[in-house]
């Protein structure tokens, strides 16, 4: 095969492609879902915890692209010495996916502790059980564990069938696919809580307490 072939070979392979790609995502548009009501709706007390507001940095807002951020401390005296903090990020686009844990964390000085994660499951009021990722981290000295997961809202089979595709979520398909979302972050010290009954506790708390709050059409993932 010539040059001049071979070029209009490559042209016509990169062409089909994007003629592919817009198809795609002119088929996979979706709505973007806002919340039913405010983040700083939910609850400072959730059964027997009690929450303050945690004020965070205009750059950590602007670098987590939210639509709309609640971040707070909330303690429980059945747990004592366990304080968790909850930094919660919706996204109108879904640019929040970007931001999930083993990206942010390592750029700030921690190193994931394998040994320390797990799935955790939880039981709620729709018999639906939610799981989520515990993950730790160490800085020096310092052990923290992270309950993290998320809903994408509005998503239609079409969408969630692509979702499964081995695609990144950053490709111009993942971008297609994804609607407004949340990220749900629970900070605490893993050394304060080595079973995660705190966690689940709280979790389940802040499952029930979030349910008025987010859209009725949501899909729920756990893995960062």
Not at 134 to 162: A, N
Not at 212 to 218: A, Q, T, V
Request: charged residues 25%; hydrophobic residues 35%; glycine residues 10%.
């Amino acid at each position: 095969m010539t040059v001049r072939r071979r070029i209009i070979v490559g042209v016509a392979i990169v062409g089909i492609g994007l003629m592919a790609q817009a198809g795609l995502e002119a088929a996979c548009g979706i709505n973007r879902t806002p919340l039913r009501r405010p983040l700083a709706s939910l609850p400072k007390t959730m059964g027997d915890w009690v929450g303050a507001e945690d004020p965070v940095t205009e750059q950590l807002v602007l670098q987590a692209q939210a639509t709309e951020y609640l971040s707070r401390v909330y303690e429980c005296r059945r747990y004592p010495g366990l304080q968790v903090r909850i930094w919660l990020n919706y996204s109108i686009r879904g640019d929040n996916l970007r931001h999930s844990p083993k990206i942010c964390l390592p750029s700030g000085g921690w190193t994931e502790d394998e040994a320390r994660n797990r799935l955790v499951e939880l039981q709620t009021s729709s018999n639906s059980p939610i799981t989520l990722s515990r993950l730790g981290y160490r800085k020096g000295d310092l052990v923290s564990d992270i309950g993290f997961w998320y809903y994408i809202f509005g998503e239609g089979r079409l969408q969630t069938y692509i979702r499964r595709l081995p695609i990144t979520s950053q490709s111009s398909y993942g971008r297609a696919t994804r609607g407004s979302s949340i990220t749900i972050e629970i900070f605490y010290p893993g050394d304060r809580d080595p079973d995660g009954e705190g966690l689940k506790d709280f979790a389940g708390q802040l499952v029930r307490n979030l349910d008025p709050i987010l859209p009725e059409s949501r899909a729920t993932y756990y893995l960062p």
